[in-house]
């Protein structure tokens, strides 16, 4: 499946982004990590492939929304009350392949990742 990530930008402190994923194929669970300058990628939000679970890192929990539209193959993340540190460059991912032994949070859950998209933060 190819994953074309969209919607990053520079943003002021406390201001919004919503990113989309758009994918070629159906998906299983889709999830959104981000990668900041000199750090490890990390797990920022999840969702399930029936859209009735999700999960966040503890970073962003209470400012991040994920939710899928399975009509369109998208995924999209409501960002709000953006803060600093949440500038990274921020990618998809899909399970196409089931991968049921591995938590939602784990990158190895997924098999396919888009480009990346840029978000920063200005204070």
């Known amino acids: 499946v190819q994953l074309q990530a969209s919607g990053g930008g520079l943003v002021q402190v406390g201001g919004s982004l919503r990113l989309s994923c758009a994918a070629s194929?159906?998906?299983?669970?889709m999830g959104w990590f981000r990668q900041a300058p000199g750090k490890e990628r990390e797990f920022v939000a999840a969702?399930?492939?029936?859209?009735?679970?999700?999960y966040y890192a503890d970073s962003v929990k209470g400012r991040f929304t994920i939710s899928r539209d399975d009509a369109k193959n998208t995924v999209y993340l409501q960002m709000n009350r953006l803060k600093p540190e949440d500038t990274a460059v921020y990618y998809c991912a899909a399970e196409v392949s089931y991968a049921g032994s591995y938590s939602h949070t784990s990158a190895l859950r997924y098999d396919d990742w888009g480009q990346g998209t840029l978000v920063t933060v200005s204070s």
């Open positions: 194929g159906r998906t299983h669970a």
């Open positions: 969702v399930s492939w029936s859209g009735a679970s999700t």
